[in-house]
T-cell receptor, first 109, second 114 residues
Framework: GIQVEQSPPDLILQEGANSTLRCNFS?????LQWFHQNPWGQLINLFY???GTKQNGRLSATTVATERYSLLYISSSQTTDSGVYFC???????????FGAGTTVTVRA | ETGVTQSPTHLIKTRGQQVTLRCSSQ?????VSWYQQALGQGPQFIFQ???????GRGNFPPRFSGLQFPNYSSELNVNALELDDSALYLC?????????????FGQGTRLTVV
């Protein structure tokens, strides 16, 4: 099956720092989403980005589908950015979201 | 527009019992899928319903079953609960059966089996 690998597994940041999270996937995809899981467990949609670049405030994402990776950028990090970030993909011939193991981000004041 | 809602938020059951979890899809969405997330892991796909028919299933035993209703809400039923069924259960909804629509998740149901 498809492999979705996220790196790094853990990231500790000082407030105000910038960071990059990476998602590699092993096959071509129709759909790629980035989520932030809050402390109560809800997955919050950050980006729907099967290809190209998008920005939303301090967050931006880039997916290079031909090279099978996506990047999530966090700029000027805040303590509220803490949590687990998941990348999830849908294979070209599949119907389900396959998740990576996540990157746990801790932002310290 | 209401988002995806799940009930209950927390549940404690005894091994061997049966449980039903519920999900109301986001307005305008006709596809619902269920995921199980064990502690420290990413969500794992259980199954998906489109217009009341199951149209995809992950690697879960038959004691995990589901339904989708005409209003597109859904239920996840688990029979003969095992300790390893303790997890966060997430429901997602999206528009259409195609592969290119964005999925939105509910807040989850945290199930503890003792």
């Amino acid at each position: 099956g498809i492999q979705v690998e996220q790196s790094p597994p853990d990231l500790i940041l000082q407030e105000g720092a910038n960071s990059t999270l990476r998602c590699n996937f092993s096959d071509s995809v129709n759909n790629l989403q980035w989520f932030h899981q809050n402390p109560w467990g809800q997955l919050i949609n950050l980006f729907y980005i099967p290809s190209g670049t998008k920005q939303n405030g301090r967050l931006s994402a880039t997916t290079v589908a031909t090279e099978r990776y996506s990047l999530l950028y966090i700029s000027s990090s805040q303590t509220t950015d803490s949590g687990v970030y998941f990348c999830a993909v849908v294979l070209s011939n599949d119907y389900k979201l396959s998740f990576g193991a996540g990157t746990t981000v801790t932002v310290r004041a | 527009e209401t988002g995806v809602t799940q009930s209950p938020t927390h549940l404690i059951k005894t091994r061997g019992q049966q449980v039903t979890l519920r999900c109301s899809s986001q307005s305008g969405h006709n596809t619902v899928s269920w995921y199980q997330q064990a502690l420290g892991q990413g969500p794992q796909f259980i199954f998906q319903y489109y217009r009341e028919e199951e149209n995809g299933r992950g690697n879960f035993p038959p004691r995990f079953s589901g339904l989708q209703f005409p209003n597109y809400s859904s239920e996840l039923n688990v029979n003969a609960l095992e300790l390893d069924d303790s997890a966060l259960y997430l429901c997602a909804s999206r528009q259409g059966a195609g592969l290119t629509t964005e999925a939105f998740f509910g807040q989850g149901t945290r199930l503890t089996v003792v």
